[in-house]
């Protein structure tokens, strides 16, 4: 078999429990124009210690299905994000 695929992106939704929404970019030549263009995809994550935070650069690698959207899982925590953190104090 194989290996499986992994890939780094920046989560861009922690609502869900157990869930991240993560956001991968690459860049890609177009064949033609030779111009780089940038590609997006957004993967659900299953995240079991609901660890990470909106912002936060994680790596994520695939793995068989947890659910009908999950096909991937979080390996690691690259990056904390500072903005996450700061919490606002009502008067």
Do not use: C, W
Request: proline content about 1%; charged content about 40%.
């Amino acid at each position: 078999m194989g290996k499986r695929k992994q890939y780094t992106g920046e989560v861009i939704s922690d609502k869900m429990q157990k869930t991240r929404v993560v956001k991968v970019m690459r860049m890609a030549k177009h064949a033609k124009y030779n111009k780089v263009i940038k590609h997006t995809n957004k993967f659900k994550v299953h995240d079991e210690e609901n660890s990470s935070k909106l912002g936060d650069r994680v790596r994520i690698e695939e793995t068989r299905p947890i659910s009908k959207d999950k096909r991937y899982r979080l390996i690691e925590i690259i990056k904390k994000s500072e903005t996450a953190h700061i919490s606002i104090k009502e008067e």
